[in-house]
């Protein structure tokens, strides 16, 4: 299976800051790569895929990035609403495995 | 409008069988793949398996032979049965479906079925 490690944990910012959230898969997995966005008590919410394409309606400060084994999700200038756990997710082989997620909560 | 929605019991006994069902809305299973996702309390995501538009299946070998997945085109029904039960099963479980031609990227999720395994 391929092994999705995902950092930090858990992170804490102020609004209008820049975020980014890191994913590294243990093979290469050829942009196969999505980002999910889960609030508390809610089911998770695509916001990325093909590693850098912006889900329909998702707000253009939310970015994905990388290639290969190494992948990013940006987050530009912080708002309140963007409080929420985050997981990638590699759909290139199975079984599609998830990165562990990144709480981000406000400073 | 796009919805998934799953149902099923809150509580089952250890070593039995859960059955959960989710029904969909707004897409025929024929056309799109659906899969089930499950996630322990305060823990991260875990793909189960998925059932394809053409009719197949395709299971997380980390579930073994303990899982299938099943559906009913006509009641636009597609079902997860998962049989020996363990208190580390207790999750809540999701059905999702697939994005328009990317297998694997789940756009629509339902909001989710809570279940307990108790002793």
């Known amino acids: 299976d391929i092994q999705m490690t995902q950092s930090p944990a858990s992170l804490s910012a102020s609004l209008g800051e820049t975020v980014t959230i890191e994913c590294r898969a243990s093979e290469d997995i050829y942009n196969g790569l999505a980002w999910y966005q889960q609030k508390p008590g809610k089911s998770p919410q695509l916001l990325i895929y093909n590693a850098n394409s912006l889900h329909t309606g998702v707000p253009s400060r939310f970015s994905g990035s990388g290639s290969g084994t190494q992948y990013s999700l940006k987050i530009n200038s912080l708002q309140s609403e963007d409080v929420a756990s985050y997981f990638c997710?590699?759909?290139?082989?199975?079984?599609?495995?998830f990165g562990a997620g990144t709480k981000l909560e406000l400073k | 409008q796009v919805q998934l929605k799953e149902t099923g019991p809150d509580l089952v006994q250890l070593t039995q069988t859960l059955s959960i069902t989710c029904t969909v809305s707004?897409?025929?299973?024929?056309?799109?793949?659906v899969h089930w996702v499950r996630q322990p309390p305060g823990k991260g995501l875990e793909w189960m398996g998925a059932?394809?538009?053409?009719?197949?299946?395709d299971y997380n070998s980390a579930f073994k032979s303990r899982l299938s997945i099943s559906r009913d085109t006509s009641k636009s029904q597609v079902f997860l049965k998962m049989n020996s039960l363990q208190t580390e099963d207790t999750a809540k479980y999701f059905c999702a479906r697939d994005y328009d031609g990317y297998w694997g990227v789940m756009d629509a999720w339902g909001q989710g079925a809570s279940v307990t395994v108790s002793s």
């Open positions: 997710q590699q759909y290139y082989d199975y079984p599609y495995t």
């Open positions: 059932m394809w538009n053409g009719g197949g299946t």
């Open positions: 707004g897409f025929s299973l024929t056309t799109y793949n």
